[in-house]
């Protein structure tokens, strides 16, 4: 059982930056590939970014790519996703995911067993 909290959302301007964390419970965090997904308003959730267990691959939805990072401190049981040159098309709730399994990066949300809460992120132009 993997318990996620996000934090760090909140209300900035285009072309500026945010850093989302997100803490994980348990012992078994560095075998959980952890993913980023984002739903807005009337929107299906979609992935944004994932990151392998030791944090050497990294995968990105086309979007985002060259703008946001996303890393992990498995010592801190801790996932982050940097954003920077923020858009208002970036607006939504982003929540983080953890997946079980293989090393394999996925951006499929039902392979993700655990969910936070999320974390709103609005981007004004």
């Known amino acids: 059982q993997v318990q996620l909290v996000e934090s760090g959302g909140g209300l900035v301007q285009a072309g500026g930056s945010l850093r989302l964390s997100c803490a994980a419970s348990?012992?078994?965090?560095?075998?959980?590939?952890m993913g980023w997904f984002r739903q807005a308003p009337g929107k299906e959730r979609e992935f944004v970014a994932a990151?392998?267990?030791?944090?050497?691959?990294?995968y990105y939805t086309d979007s985002v790519k060259g703008r946001f990072t996303v890393s992990r401190d498995n010592a801190k049981n801790t996932v982050y996703l940097h954003m920077n040159s923020l858009r208002p098309e970036d607006t939504a709730d982003y929540y983080c995911a953890a997946k079980g399994g293989s090393n394999y990066l996925s951006s499929i949300p039902r392979e993700y067993s655990y969910w936070g809460q999320g974390t709103q992120v609005t981007v004004s132009s």
């Open positions: 990151v392998s267990w030791r944090g050497s691959s990294t």
């Open positions: 348990g012992r078994t965090f560095s075998s959980y590939v």
